[in-house]
């Protein structure tokens, strides 16, 4: 079912005027079936190039556990790849690794996107403690250790998740 969209023409054409243009390669599309026939999925296209349907956007029921884990495994692919060639090397300093961990991979991995979330104290939690686990890696810290969260935040001269989510729903 190929039929004009009026919206998506509209935008395509403010974006052109503005000097910007539109990725065909990173742009999906996330239809809302119509209750009364949920079979036909229209097609929508830009420049006689047919834009793909995504699946899922943010879980149907607006839950964002599902977000949440994938990001989780991004960032934990970040780390697992700088593990040799920095985390473990004894020569670099400290704050070079958490400027890195901060500012490069795997917290711009973690929080993508993070502005627009609505997280419960259960995210909040899964994430503050990724970020405090990758901090003690960096440091080298061990979990028999026992080393107290605030202390791993003040090596590091960091502050935990839950105000580094908060900075970035404020700015």
Known sequence: MKTKHYLLDQFVMASRRSGLSVS?????????????????????????????????????????????????????????????RLWDDHGMRVDTKVQVYRAVVVLTTLLCSSETWTLYRRHVKKLDSFHLRCLSRILHIKWQDRMPYTTVLEQCDTTGIESILFRAQFR
């Open 24 to 84: 065909l390669k990173k742009t999906a599309v996330l239809v809302q079936p119509n209750p009364d026939n949920i079979y036909a999925t229209p097609v929508f296209t830009v420049d006689n190039t047919a834009l793909p349907v995504a699946e899922t956007f943010i879980h149907r029921t607006g839950s964002l556990d599902d977000e949440i884990t994938a990001r989780l495994a991004k960032a934990t692919a970040a780390f697992g790849c700088l593990r040799k």
